[in-house]
């Protein structure tokens, strides 16, 4: 699988941006508060819908995190290739999970496709969204550095041994 292109109408702070991606390896380097994190909640957003629904926080309630600041239609596209054929998934997100509007298209006749449904996320990467989001998803508040007590251990030995 590999992203193409994507659209965002509006989702978070993030309005009218739109973003081709290069064949490999994609870097995306602005300044802080331009959205980086909303970028990547949108794509995941785009495969598996938004989380939280019943949550009454905003941190644990995506729709109401990233429900438009501006206004507007809140949702987008995204394009992705798999198996040689590329897809597009069109998302409307409202108030509620059962009123979201989602298509999926083939890119290339532009007419609708039954390859995947509204789980395409699952369908096709083969994982729920809480396995995306320990492995093929990695967002950069989820890296953490810790010490296991075996490298505790190590460190210390280290310490203690002044030669």
């Known amino acids: 699988m590999r992203l193409i292109s994507c659209h ?11 973003m081709d991606f290069e064949e490999n390896m994609n870097v995306i380097c602005e300044e802080n508060g331009w959205g980086k994190s909303t970028f990547a909640a949108f ?17 644990d309630n995506e729709r109401k995190r990233y429900k438009p600041w501006q206004g507007g239609v809140f949702g987008g596209q995204l394009v992705f290739e798999e198996g040689g054929r590329r897809y597009e998934i069109i998302r ?26 509204e789980r395409v996320g699952e369908e096709l990467f083969q ?18 550095t810790s010490a296991t007590d075996d490298i505790s251990a190590k460190i210390g030995n280290i310490t203690d041994n002044t030669n």
């Open 127 to 144: 994982v729920g969204r809480e396995s995306f989001l320990h492995t093929v998803f990695i967002s950069q508040s989820a890296c953490g």
């Open 92 to 117: 409307i997100f409202q108030d509620k999970e059962a009123n979201d509007e989602f298509e999926l298209r083939d890119a290339d006749t532009n007419l609708l496709s039954n390859d995947y449904s």
């Open 43 to 59: 794509i995941r957003a785009m495969f598996y819908g938004l989380e939280g629904e019943r949550k009454r926080s905003i941190e």
């Open 8 to 18: 965002i109408e509006n989702f978070g702070r993030l309005q009218d941006c739109s």
